[in-house]
């Protein structure tokens, strides 16, 4: 089974939906997937993944499974340098979490005490046991860190989703501390992560990265990357996001 990860295209995060920009990203994109023979579509509650999968479902003519659990994974921390407001759980100062050996192991990432304070493993849970359950009603069931094969097969699923909670997903399926890859990795906005499994043994799969964060649908139209996620590559430039 093959999991297409699909961030949303630019957003506009006033309107909860995408610049101008991103509907041209995401019209290439549409351009890509509906090439592809898709088993099932699933994607967030949220107008920004929910425009960015419109273009593909109208070409293919197919509808998308609602799914809150793929909404932004937005649990909000009371982060060590701001004393006035909560911040999304991923966005602290690298010279912050990086003191805590905790957050680069995938048994105790949610120790830290703001994480607790947070509730970040309840909802973690939350999200990879509906995650779970959806992969069981394809096939594939977890146990521990593998998953026990009911009913191999080559399907394609689609999800349309958010960055912060693709990181979530990838970390479940690879056994890695999300902080990790929340800080790690950046998947440029309509980007595609392709996650294979691999049933080296009857019965017994594991999932494999085979890209991340790919926007070869953008390079093959001229487009370029949008900058959303990421932050200045220099402090002195100052026209990219900083804070």
Not at 41 to 64: E, I, Q, W
Not at 115 to 139: N, S
Not at 161 to 189: D, I, K, N, Q, R
């Given at each position: ?16 939906s995408?610049?101008e920009?991103?509907w ?36 293919m003519n ?11 994974f ?10 006035d ?10 010279q ?11 048994d105790?990432w ?46 394609t ?21 999300p ?24 019965g017994i799969?594991s ?36 804070e």
């Amino acid at each position: 089974m093959k999991l297409l990860i699909v961030r949303h295209g630019d957003p506009d995060y006033t309107i909860d939906s995408l610049t101008e920009k991103g509907w041209k990203e995401v019209e290439f994109l549409s351009e890509k997937l509906s090439k592809l023979d898709i088993k099932d579509f699933y994607v967030s509650p949220l107008g920004r993944a929910k425009d960015t999968a419109s273009l593909t479902l109208k070409k293919m003519n197919r509808t998308a499974t609602e799914c809150d659990w793929l909404r932004e994974f937005d649990v909000l921390i009371n982060r060590p340098d701001v004393t006035d407001r909560k911040i999304i759980i991923w966005d602290w100062l690298p010279q912050d979490w990086t003191m805590d050996e905790r957050f680069y192991q995938y048994d105790h990432w949610f120790e830290n005490e703001r994480m607790q304070e947070a509730d970040a493993r309840g909802y973690y849970d939350y999200v990879t046991g509906e995650f779970d359950k959806l992969l069981a009603e394809h096939g594939y069931v977890r146990e521990g860190h593998y998953y026990r094969v009911e009913k191999a097969n080559n399907d394609t699923l689609v999800f349309f989703c958010h960055f912060g909670l693709e990181c979530v997903l990838l970390s479940h399926l690879m056994s890695v501390s999300p902080m990790v890859l929340w800080h790690g990795a950046c998947a440029a906005p309509s980007s595609v992560t392709t996650v294979t499994t691999e049933e080296r043994r009857e019965g017994i799969a594991s999932f494999r990265m085979n890209s991340f964060g790919d926007i070869s649908h953008l390079y093959a139209n001229n487009e370029p990357p949008a900058f959303a996620a990421r932050f200045c590559e220099c402090y002195d430039n100052k026209d990219e996001r900083h804070e």
